[in-house]
């Protein structure tokens, strides 16, 4: 060993490398800075145990100094600290050995600075001596190094319990050779092989990959990204149950050496409840598609999450422009409705479910709404709703037709109020007149005056209790057609013959022109006559006195077209389209001058149009008088006119034997001597079986016959009359009060040959009994 030497300085030394012989001191100094300078603790202790000597590595170490260690007994050091056993056990071998003592492990507590783990190396000086004086101890603090390992080994311990325990199948392959070295007891369940099998195999032969070719792809992938994963990888076990992985595979490395870890997951079950989420998912949305009215469902954060077609097709959106569209910014903004606003703020705050909140709103493209809104927070008890479920009913056609009913009531209110004073009128001038009657010494030309004003209000309450009849019927779809080929020409004469004595009442001058040749329509030839009639009626009504009607028909193509022209008070533009509506009347106050209900437009249009036809009402306005045109198909086919001798004509009723029944004796009297009058012979009865007794007696030709008959009601008598041989050229006239088509039916079924609401009129059963006979009722 090249000792340096060791050089005096003043009170200093210094090391150089002078050619002088190194001295003791020399080497000591030499010992003592190479003790200095070691990082370990070291401690020189002498024979009897003091320490001689220590490095600063030994006090920054313990925490002691120099002062309170050097020249001290080794056991007594820092209060008996270093009295450790086993360092006892050291030393006692070291003095009385020659050979060193190494890696003595001593593990011992000290008071300031906790557990540690000391290697001791210990050796006498001078080694060969027999009275050693020195005693070297070099001090190795293992501790942290102990620790680690303590630490590694139990992550490696820890680690390999979760292989083994691990719920997923844990494959280890050799990076280089792709063969399993390892497998964990999951997989061994998973897929049914042992543990050993799986060793040296490759991921397709253990039934991972389908073949050889898309496990090497796989793997070349692998090895290019260092992962990989599907998603769902289906495998057949062992025993050749099917099972759906997921495989996720990585590599890294292990002791310098590539390793593959494949991770295999079992997730059939857990498909299993996705997929059965996936159908209770689809099943509310296909309750969502299927709800016809509009249905949205917000997230959290208000965002459209879906909706229903209906929604888009109410409110005129496109699926794209919804979705994800935060709920205020839907359709430019046009969703942004306070109402909504204080409902989502209720669901979304409170957690609340609000229930048929009305909401009206004008949008840009649908115009004003009323919409009834729904919605709960869904989950529904969660204290922050993760969806909101909103259906949205558009109730505005509702709420108009509500609106629209009110209206119809309204003007139903005003139609009773109408009614009752239409009915009043007639009254007055009847008493009057019967009245008149009861008085004395009357001349003839009174009583003809006082019968003709009975004659014309009594007709006045029958056209109006006609029309309501009919308006009922019609309200109710029950309006049947009798329609059969007709000359238009007839069916206008006839509305002119009856309309005649009101137009010429009001002095009204009336100008018909008919088209040169016949115009066949195929109608009802009753209810046509009634649509001119109440248009006729209604021109001498609203012209002042002394106008002026045109009647015009012709043919234009395949229409007829009927215009019924005046030169009367006219109507105003705004009422033109309206007057037709039920109830409607352009002046409605009481005091007005002429009478009607406001029905008979109703009726018009009603029955020209179930002769597929149409009317229009024009007028230039309040006095300029009006025009109603009626257009109504012509009947194309060529059609036979019977020869004018074989029209029906009125009959003369006379010189016929009649029974006339009515429980109402005035009814009944004053018919037969009506009848009477006529030079006919009569006979009443007025309940039922006083009718079949009569009947037999007296062998009528014609009975006119009430249908509510006590004791035997009308039906059951013409039954019982129809029974009898003698009644088979007997004419049954029903007279009733009901005059529907279910009525009139019946009264077919009991023989009747017609049927006919009273009161009747004589001029109206002559014309029935003119046609051939026997005639449907
Ligand atoms: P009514 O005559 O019983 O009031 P209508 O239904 O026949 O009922 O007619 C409805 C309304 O139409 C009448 O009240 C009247 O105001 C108006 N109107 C009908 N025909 C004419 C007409 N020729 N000229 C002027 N107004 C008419």
């Known amino acids: 060993m090249q000792i340096p030497q060791r050089q005096e300085t003043g009170g200093g030394t210094a090391v150089n490398s002078d050619k002088r012989a190194p001295g003791p001191q020399d080497a000591l100094a030499y010992a003592e800075n190479i003790i200095a300078t070691l990082r370990e603790p070291f401690v020189v202790l002498d024979k009897s145990l003091r320490v001689r000597t220590a490095n600063a590595a ?25 009295d450790i056993p086993r360092l006892r056990t050291l030393l006692v071998q070291v003095q009385s050995n020659s050979h060193p003592v190494e890696d003595f492990e001593v593990e011992h507590t000290f008071p300031a600075i906790g557990r540690r783990n000391m290697l001791l190396n210990a050796r006498r000086f001078p080694s060969e001596s027999n009275n050693p004086e020195l005693v070297l101890l070099a001090i190795e603090d293992k501790t942290d190094h102990r620790r680690a390992e303590a630490a590694m080994k139990n992550s490696e311990v820890r680690y390999r319990r979760l292989f083994q325990t691990a719920k997923d199948g844990i494959l280890i392959l050799d990076a280089d050779k792709g063969k399993v070295i390892d497998a964990n007891p999951f997989m061994t369940a998973l897929l049914g092989y042992t543990h050993d099998e799986f060793l040296g195999k490759e991921l397709w032969e253990i039934g991972l990959f389908r073949d050889i070719k898309e496990s090497q792809a796989a793997y070349r992938e692998l090895q290019e990204k260092g ?67 509009p249905f949205v469902v917000l997230d959290g954060d208000l965002r459209v999450k879906t909706a229903n077609r209906s929604f888009y097709d109410s409110f005129h959106v496109s699926k794209e422009e919804t979705e994800n569209c935060f709920v205020y910014d839907l359709g430019n903004g046009q969703w942004d409705i306070p109402g909504l606003r204080t409902l989502l703020d209720e669901v979304l705050s409170h957690n609340q479910s609000v229930h048929d909140f009305e909401v009206e709103h004008s949008f840009p493209s649908l115009g004003r709404k009323t919409m009834l809104l729904n919605a709960r927070p869904f989950p529904p008890d969660s204290e922050h709703p993760e969806l909101i479920l909103l259906a949205v009913e558009d109730v505005s056609a509702l709420r108009e037709r509500a609106d629209e009913l009110a209206e119809a009531s309204r003007h139903k209110d005003e139609f009773l109020a109408t009614l009752a004073h239409e009915l009043r009128n007639p009254l007055a001038p009847i008493r009057n007149a019967v009245q008149y009657l009861g008085m004395d010494s009357l001349k003839e030309s009174d009583v003809r005056t006082a019968r003709d004003v009975i004659d014309r209000q009594v007709k006045v309450m029958v056209r109006l209790t006609d029309d309501l009849l009919d308006v009922s019927r019609i309200t109710r779809n029950q309006l049947e057609l009798r329609k059969q080929r007709v000359d238009l020409a007839r069916v206008v004469e006839s509305a002119v013959e009856s309309s005649l004595p009101l137009i010429q009442q009001c002095g009204h001058e009336l100008t018909v022109s008919l088209p040169p040749e016949p115009i066949h329509l195929d109608a009802d030839p009753i209810r046509l006559a009634q649509v001119f009639s109440n248009l006729l009626n209604n021109a001498a009504k609203y012209t002042k006195l002394r106008g002026h009607i045109w009647l015009t028909a012709e043919r234009q193509g395949s229409d007829a077209l009927v215009s019924v ?213």
């Open 565 to 777: 022209r005046d030169n009367g008070i006219g109507i105003p533009g705004d009422m033109l389209s309206r007057i037709f509506d039920m109830f409607t009347q352009v002046d409605r106050s009481l005091e007005r001058s002429q009478s009607g209900l406001g029905i008979g437009l109703t009726l018009v249009r009603r029955l020209v149009e179930m002769h597929d036809g149409s009317i229009e009402a024009r007028s230039n306005g309040s006095g300029e008088g009006s025009e109603f045109l009626v257009r109504v198909p012509v009947f194309i086919q060529v059609f036979h006119e019977p020869p004018k001798s074989d029209r029906p004509k009125a009959a003369a009723l006379s010189e016929c034997r009649i029974l006339v029944v009515d429980d109402n004796k005035d009814s009944a009297d004053s018919m037969a001597m009506l009848l009477r009058l006529k030079g006919n012979d009569i006979r009443t009865a007025h309940d039922g079986l006083e009718a079949v007794e009569a009947a037999e007696s007296f062998r009528p030709e014609l009975v006119l016959l009430d249908i509510g008959l006590p004791k035997l009601n009308g039906f059951e008598v013409a039954r019982r009359i129809r029974q009898q041989p003698w009644s088979r050229d007997v004419i049954l006239v029903a007279l009733t009060g009901w005059g529907q088509d279910d009525d009139r039916r019946r009264s077919k079924e009991a023989g009747f040959n017609f049927h006919i609401v009273k009161p009747v009129e004589l001029a109206v059963l002559e014309r029935l009994l003119a046609e051939p006979q026997p005639k449907s009722v």
């Open 227 to 293: 992962y990989v994963r599907y998603e769902d990888m289906p495998l057949e076990t062992t025993s050749g149950h099917k099972v759906e992985v997921e495989f996720v595979s990585n590599v890294y490395k292990e002791n310098g050496h590539k390793v593959v870890q494949c991770n295999i997951r079992d997730i059939t079950e857990r498909l299993k409840v996705e997929r059965a989420l996936a159908k209770v998912l689809g099943y509310a949305d296909d309750i969502i598609a299927t709800l016809r009215e």
């Open 58 to 82: 030994f006090y920054r170490d313990f925490h002691v100094s120099k002062e309170e260690t050097e020249g001290r007994f080794v056991y007594e050091l820092g209060d008996g600290q270093w």
